[in-house]
């Protein structure tokens, strides 16, 4: 049993690297912690949102009680492992207070599904119910919160019992604390799925993953990109009506690697994903990303700094990705005797972008900013040599922006010549630089991009889509243009 003490607080820490704006963070998944604190007082419930009605407020109540009706909404789990503060009284050897029951003495908190309406409540089972409390007690008591509750029952306990949730108390049984603890784990999942951070590679390739089944060339999910995206579950409660199975972390990205036909997972793709004030919906795990995993490296940014070789290299990411280009700058932030760290700031959000992939592309459209901030770059040390190939840049994306990004045989006309002005020439030496990339990018001999050097769903789809620009002969033929055209004066083209 636990000792008492202070009211504890169920937040772990987490490490912040600032380099101007948004830190670049390791993301806090909570591990469980002991009833190690208790304290009288403590705190009012806090509310679960401060956002002003959408109707008004008499039409409000009458959704929300279902037309007049007194009886109390369902309980729902998922919301209650989100719950941010609960109570657990405690004894005077600073255990939790635990209460026998008997059998059906109380309604279970979570009724079967497929009850007809008027049915009779089920009860519980009874036996050793931990007590834990919506509203703080008078008393010695311990503060947690949902996600960690679970993990907080001393041995020997059956279940738990609710006060304050409904009118009468309400027990979890056994089989409703195991429910918890999946929904604890599939939101660790989700949240490092998220909001990457170092040392989760190992723990996604760990994780129990939820697949449809129906997973098979003519059943991959055609999302608004045109991508083949299979439907991933950190959390089987998610799943909705599609039929699951689990996997193991590494035996899923595994599939995806081997499969060609798929450009990327989408995973949780009904549901929204909230971490540190965000709201991420149906992120994207390309296939490149995968094989990564599987070597244990982590190449997803935010995950660590990008390595890039050089501010040119940092552009080009930038300009493939669709990051902002209107009031952009350079924030350097060079550390004494360490690494020299640089991100990217535009002023203006151009229809939302996001550095994290979603189903959408890296596209943010659910959360507001006056600014966008790109991931954090680390660059070389001067004089360091600097490798031949890139570590960061995605081929699929490269090619499109290649393919859409230039016109065709820009400037003007004068008898068998052209004349490029100042600003194609410009284009056309960075897609000239981007060309070379990817030539680079391709392996020794090979005339065709390999699938899995892409980083992006999004740039596999665009090879899958159109494959001649995964080969060696049209990258070939895009540098030769973009060279012509960077020379300013074309004779015969």
């Not at 050089?310 to 550390?335: N, Y």
Request: proline share 9%; glycine share 12%.
């Amino acid at each position: 049993m636990a000792d008492s003490g202070d009211e504890t607080s169920s937040h772990g820490a987490s490490g912040d690297l600032n380099v101007g704006g948004p830190s670049w963070t390791t993301p806090d998944v909570r591990s469980p912690l002991d009833l190690d604190d208790g304290a009288a007082g403590g705190f009012a419930p806090s509310s679960s949102s401060s956002a002003p009605p959408l109707l008004n407020p008499a039409i409000q109540r009458l959704f929300e009680g279902g037309g007049g009706s007194t009886e109390p909404p369902p309980f729902d789990l998922r919301d209650f492992a989100e719950t941010p503060r609960v109570f657990l009284p405690i004894d005077a050897d600073g255990s939790p207070v635990v209460e026998r029951a008997g059998d059906r003495a109380y309604e279970l908190a979570l009724q079967p599904a497929g009850r007809g309406k008027g049915a009779r409540p089920v009860r519980g089972r009874g036996g050793r119910l931990m007590v834990v409390l919506r509203d703080a007690p008078a008393g010695r008591h311990a503060v947690r919160d949902g996600a960690t509750l679970a993990d907080a029952m001393p041995k020997g306990v059956d279940g738990l019992l609710l006060r304050g949730w409904a009118a009468t108390p309400r027990e979890i049984d056994a089989a409703g604390v195991a429910a918890l603890r999946d929904i604890v784990r599939g939101r660790a999942v989700a949240v490092m799925v998220a909001k990457p951070g170092e040392g989760h590679a190992a723990a996604l390739l760990a994780a129990t993953w939820w697949v449809d089944k129906a997973w098979t060339a003519g059943a991959i999910d055609e999302a608004s990109l045109g991508l083949r995206l299979v439907s991933v579950f950190t959390d089987r409660g998610l799943a909705a009506d599609t039929t699951v199975a689990p996997m193991a972390g590494a035996d899923l990205f595994r599939r995806l690697v081997d499969d060609d036909d798929a450009d990327g997972l989408v995973v949780d793709p009904h549901d929204s994903i909230h971490v540190e004030g965000a709201i991420i919906g149906r992120p994207v795990i390309a296939p490149g990303i995968a094989a990564g995993m599987l070597e244990g490296r982590d190449r997803r940014p935010g995950a660590a700094p990008l390595p890039a070789r050089d501010t040119t290299e940092m552009e080009m990411w930038l300009e493939s990705h669709g990051f902002p280009a209107r009031g952009r700058r350079m924030v350097d932030a060079p550390i004494p005797d360490g690494p020299h760290l640089v991100r990217a700031v535009a002023t203006e959000r151009v229809a939302g972008w996001s550095m994290l992939e979603t189903a959408d592309g890296f596209r943010d459209l659910m959360n507001a900013g006056d600014e966008t901030w790109s991931p954090v770059f680390v660059l070389p040390p001067p004089g360091a040599p600097r490798p031949a190939r890139s570590a960061i840049l995605c081929p699929g994306l490269l090619a499109s922006t290649l393919s859409l990004g230039r016109p065709e045989r820009p400037g003007r006309r004068l008898g068998v010549a052209r004349i490029v002005g100042a600003d194609d020439r410009a284009a056309a030496a960075r897609h000239a630089a981007m060309a070379r990339e990817l030539l680079a990018l391709l392996p020794p001999g090979a005339d065709t991009m390999p699938r899995l050097a892409c980083l992006s769903a999004s740039g596999a789809g665009v090879l899958r889509r159109a494959p001649k620009l995964a080969t060696r002969a049209w990258i070939e033929g895009r540098l030769r243009a973009a060279e012509a055209d960077a020379r300013g004066l074309v004779w015969f083209g």
